[in-house]
């Protein structure tokens, strides 16, 4: 029995277009340690525009756009261990390949003038400031509005704000800027205030900047396998089948398990596919184990015990299934190779 049955093929645009069309999803633009996230409730008032050669939309909280010339962008579908009993994680990343990407951001803050591109028309006329996190692929911003910030802020053009220039960062905690998250493919705005110290992220769009993972030079987290030679300008985190979007567990939802996996068998890894295919067919001809052989991959290995948790809800009663997971997966992503 295959877990994935493939369906008819769909372009990029298709698809970014049909789940930003619908609430739930998850988006993001960003580099290791520093990204922005936008998402908006089911029943949240929203804008839809498309200025600028994309679409966009936006609520009170926060705004994306995503270009409609997304150039030769590769879809990688993908899902992670969750270090919850019987969970994972899934997402699918746009990418560009790095050889036709400029460097954008420099390691210093750089002020690049009246954002004529913002989502909404009452943004235009305030000032963009490159943070800089020194990304091949995005820029970080700040979007200023009032004239005493801006000239302030001028003062340490050419410095590095995320290490050295603390009063900067105290003024920009002061004037609560929007952040601006653009790569090639897009941008995501943040207009709700970034919390204190000690405050958790709010709900909905957000951002988070890490300079000592920034500097790692890192372009994505380790367990999400972009392919060599590419890097993920855009990342979509459709509605996931056992968590809401505040990452709360709920029910298992069918529907939102079988959209995403659609996805993965018309752009997934082949070999992930089949791994995955392989140890559910073996689970369900009542093979022993014992007897069955994973490849010594990090990606594949992680694939098989995902496909055993999914089955814990698409087949829950699978005569043995226990026994493989015992075999197999303990319930949890305890080894350090599969974080």
């Known amino acids: 029995m295959n877990i ?103 390691p ?45 802020l001028r003062e340490y053009i050419g410095k590095d704000l995320l290490s050295n220039a603390r009063d900067a960062m105290t003024t920009i905690l002061k004037e609560n800027p929007h952040r601006v998250f653009i790569s090639k493919l897009g941008r995501i705005e943040v207009f709700q205030p970034i919390p204190g110290p000690n405050d958790s992220s709010p709900e909905g769009p957000h951002t988070h900047v890490l300079p000592k993972l920034i500097k790692t030079g890192r372009t994505h987290a380790a367990t999400t396998p972009i392919p060599n030679g590419y890097i993920p300008c855009l990342s979509l985190f459709p509605s996931h089948p056992l968590m809401d979007s505040l990452g709360q567990e709920r029910p298992f939802i069918a529907k939102a398990y079988n959209e995403f996996q659609q996805v993965l068998m018309q752009y997934g890894d082949p070999e992930y596919i089949h791994e995955k295919n392989r140890i559910v067919d073996a689970v369900c001809k009542g093979e022993n184990p014992a007897s069955f052989l994973i490849p010594n991959q990090k990606f594949l290995r992680a694939g098989a015990r995902i496909a055993l948790r999914q089955l814990t809800h698409t087949n829950p009663d699978t005569e043995g299934l226990a026994l493989w997971q015992q075999h197999f997966d303990h319930g949890l992503a305890t080894s350090l190779e599969d974080h």
């Open 4 to 106: 994935i049955e493939s369906s008819s093929e769909v372009d990029a645009n298709s698809l970014i277009h049909k789940y930003l069309n619908e609430s739930a999803h998850g988006w993001a633009i960003g580099t290791f340690g520093a990204i922005g996230e936008y998402v908006r409730d089911l029943n949240e008032k929203y804008d839809v525009s498309t200025d600028f050669n994309g679409l966009a939309t936006a609520t009170s909280r926060g705004g994306i756009r995503i270009n409609n010339d997304l150039g030769q962008v590769k879809i990688v579908p993908y899902e992670t261990l969750s270090p919850r009993a019987n969970n994972w994680a899934h997402g699918i990343a746009f990418c560009t390949a790095d050889s036709e990407l400029n460097h954008l951001s420099q």
């Open 108 to 152: 210093n803050l750089e002020e690049l003038g009246l954002d004529h591109e913002a989502i909404r028309e009452e943004d235009r006329n305030s000032t963009l400031f490159d943070m800089g996190v020194a990304a091949p692929f995005i820029r970080a911003c700040i979007r200023v509005k009032r004239k005493e910030t801006v000239l302030a």
